[in-house]
């Protein structure tokens, strides 16, 4: 078993312990995963009005949602190839020079997005952000993991994943920011603001070094035979770490189609929600439009906050009680949260709701980020995070595309239920019904994390695994 080095046996506050150049990887590699979530959450804010510009104004409100449900398809499966090719770069070449790629990858095509003139290019465009997007927290993870104090590693692991947040939160203020624009012209200044992070990629790759550990790795996959580096061959056909691959695999597909196959179209449902609380108001038009922006930017706030201390609670939990039980309280807590949300969200007043699912949800993100790099050597620790986290994304790619045939299906219902007499407003709330019901169907993919946890290992206060140790 591998044992810890002696300056990994400090005691104190976690942030003490780091050095100068620990808190510049720390800072790196968190801005890269924060600026990944910004990037993100600007798509999922400026999608509908992106699609309705470039699809024209009169285009029907519900096939927009749909074109919305195949652009997030088309970027989650992006990501899912991203993940899986700059996971195993990262292993190979190093992680800092690849994430520099990344960062830079996932910023120029956010920017190119603002430039599409019809829905091909930015389709297009989501594949490219997805491709730079995916690569990001395998890389970020494995650099904390190896690059900085084995006794701090938890800690600051649930700290990057807490900060995404930020990225999601500003987000939110951008998006406040430009509510009083035509919401024609909004969703381009989101997207070019989202190429900003390109500058990043600067001080990654000039000032940040390869840990030590992936560089005394790489040395002894050149000298040992069959030790090779970023290796799918050696990740998924040695048993040893072949079963965490595939089972970590599956406990991430329930966070990730929970949180891109549900938890992210609930604007989707805000929007309408708040549209309806809003006319009621005596708003319309312009006014209309203005407020509407600027209370689905609230809510996006509001539920990122929630995340952000639902991540901090989740990575204590865990280092607290394991892993594998906080695990256990999240996907119970984050089905719950989910299917109460998208049940009861009906106006203003509910937007409290979005924190309570932003905690559930998102909280088991930061377990994720202190787990998968617990799971693999150095040699496969990018790839093998990668490969868990964003195999899932093949998965979830399917998510709103089943999202949204599940609402069709159901709303196509429910509107031949109605009487002849019935008038657009009930068919608009007929529609919003059935993606309530669709939503809360969805919401049984977080039992599959449940179903799963029993077969994996428990990690906690076990140094990181490594191939001539003999932790498994």
Known sequence: ????????????????????????????????WMFDCLDQQLFIL???????SLMGPDVDPSKVKTYGGFATSIFVAGWAVGGLIFGSVGDRIGRAKTLALTVLIYSLSTGL????????????????????????????????????????????????QSLSAIGNVTAGLIKLSLSGLPPEVSWKYMFWIGAAPAFLCIFIMFKLKEPEKWIQAKKKSQEVGGLKMGSYSSLLGEPRWRKPALLGMLLCVSGVVGLWGIGFFSPELVGSALEASLREEGLDGAELSAAKGRWTAYNLIIQNIGAFLGMLSFARLSQSIGRKPAFAIGFVMAFAATLFFFRFFDSKADIWMSAVMGFSQLGLFAIFAIYLPELFPTRLRSTGTSFCYNVGRFVAASGPFTLGILQQSLATSAIAALPESADAAMQTA??????????????SIFVLGLLVLPFLPETKDRPLPEDDDGLH
Not at 437 to 443: E, K, N
Request: positive net charge; aromatic residues 14%; hydrophobic residues 55%.
């Open 1 to 32: 078993m591998s044992s810890a080095a002696p300056s990994e046996l400090a005691t104190g506050p976690w942030w003490r312990q780091l050095t100068g150049y620990h808190w510049f990887v720390f800072a790196m590699a968190s801005m890269a």
């Open 46 to 52: 400026a999608r509908e009005n992106a699609l309705t």
């Open 430 to 443: 007929a529609k919003l019904d059935a993606f309530r019901t669709a939503a809360c169907w969805m919401t």
């Open 113 to 160: 997005s603002a430039m599409s003139r019809n829905v091909t290019d930015f389709f297009f465009f989501r594949a490219l952000t997805g491709l730079g997007v995916g690569g990001v927290f395998g890389l970020a993870v494995a650099l904390i993991a190896d690059g900085l104090p084995g006794n701090v590693r938890a800690k600051a692991l649930g700290w990057l």
